[in-house]
C-alpha cells in the first residue's frame, strides 16, 4: 500500500482538494500543529484556497516534538481527515499545509518564516498553559519556564511570546508590515487577552518595540469549535480502508464545526466563509457561550465520568444518571448568558446533547480532564460568581468544582493512581500532602488556597464553600458513582429537565 503523498493512488469517492496545492504559496504560519488544528482551521483553509485561491497554505510549527512533522512532511502536507457521525463515516484529503518545521534543532527557520514578508498571519492552538500569561493581571508570567528562558535570551526564543515578538521585531526592523496574530485557543477574549501578552513581553525586553505592537498589530478574537479526539491506531487503519492508502497523519473529528472570528486582517485573509466561519464585530458573547456550555459541561463530564469508570463522553451519555447531570449543567450554564441574537439556547442545548452522545466519536474523558486549573477559571468559575453574585443557584457549578478537587486526589476508588496532566500538578500534590483525603473541608480549603485559581468572591464566599463542601464530602465517604446517583436524587424537579429520562 502507497504512502498518502499525492492524489494519484487515492480511492474514488474520497474528497479531494479542490485545487492543487503545489500551485498555492504558503501565506500563514501555524504555532500548535496538533490534531484540533488540522480538523479545523486546516479544513476551513482548504475550502477557502478551493472557493477563492491565493497564496494561503499552512506551515505548520510543532513546538514539542518532532512526531507531526516525521508523518506529514513525507507526506507533502496531506493528510486524511476522518468524519465520523451517527449516520456514517467520511473521509476526505486535506491539502492546505505545505510543510511542518519543528524547535527540535532550534527556532532559527521557525523565526525566519515567520518573518518572511509572505506570511500575513500567524495563528495558534497551543492549549492554555503554554502562552504564559497571568490572566487576572494581564501581563506575562514571570515565573513560566518559557517566559523565564526567553527573556533571559530574547533573540532565540522557544516559547509562544517569544516567537511572536522577535519576529514582529525582525519584521518591523526590516521595513515589513506586521502579520496579524490569531489566536484559536479557548481563552475569553483570546485576542486581547493575547495582545496583552505580546505587548506585556515586548515592553520587558524593548518598551518602543511594545508600543509600536500594540498600535500596529491586529489580534483579532475567536471562537472554535469542532470536538476532536486524538487519533488511535483505529484511526489509521480506517484512514487506510477508506483511501488506500497509508496515512500517518490521519485524524478524525464530529461533522459538526464552528468558527466566529472578528474581522481584522490589515494583510488580507483566506475566504474562510467558503467552508462555513462567521464574521462578526464582537466574538465575546459566541466564546462566553461555548466555553460555559460546551467547555463547561465538558469538564464537569470529564471529571465525573472518569472517575466513575466512563472511558469516553458516549459512554457519560450513555449512563443515566451522568446524562442527567449533563442535562442539568447545560441548563445552568445557559442561564447566565445573555440573550445571543440568531441564538435558540434550547436548540444549542439539543445540538450538545447529540453531539457528546455521537458513538462514532471516541473522545476520552481522561483527554478533557487534563489541564483543569487554565480551564476551570473561565469555563466553570467565572459563572459560579455571577451566580453569587445575584443569589442564583450554583449547585451544578459547585457540584463540577468538587469533581475536580476529588480527581486532583489522583487515584480512583479502587486506589489505582492516574496523572493529573496539569501545570500546577507538583503544587498540587504538595498541598494535598498530609491532608486527610476523607476530609471534605481539609482538601477543600487546601484547593482553594492555590495561588492565582480561585476569585476571591469565592473563596471568602461561605456559600459557596459550604455547596462545593457538601458534594465533595459524598464524593469522598462513598464511590463516585454513589455521590453522582445522590446528586441526581436530589435534583429537583429533575423530570423537567431537558434531557432527562
Partial sequence: MKRLAGLDHVKA???LPAFAPDEHGSGIVHLGLGAFHRAHQAAYTDNALAAAGGDWRIVGVSLRGTATAAALNPQNGLY???????TGTSARIIGSISRVLTAAQGTTGILETMADRSTRIVSLTVTEK???IDRAKRTIDRSHPAIDADLADPRHPAGVLGLIVEALRLRRQAGIPPFTVLCCDNLPENGALLRAGVVSFADAIDAELGLWIGQNVSFPSTMVDRITPAATEETLAEARRLTGCEDHAAIETEPFSQWV????FPLGRPHWEAGGAIFVSDVAPYERM???????THSMLAYAGFLSGCTHVRDVMAAPALARLVARHLQAAAATLEPLAGIDFGDYTRQLTERFSNPAIAHETYQIAMDGTEKLPQRLLKPAVELL????DIRPFAFAVAAWMRYCLGRRDDGSAYALRDPLEARIRNLLAGVDDKDAAAVAGALHALPGLFPQELSRSQTWRRAVERALSAMLETTMGEAIRREVRAMEPSSNMPGAE
Fill in 290 to 296: 461555548k466555553l460555559r456550555m460546551l467547555n463547561g
Fill in 261 to 264: 472570528i472578528e474581522d481584522d
Fill in 80 to 86: 486524511t481527515l476522518i468524519e465520523r457521525g451517527a
Fill in 13 to 15: 469517492g474520497v474528497r
Fill in 130 to 132: 503554554a502562552y504564559g
Fill in 389 to 392: 453574585d445575584k443569589d442564583g
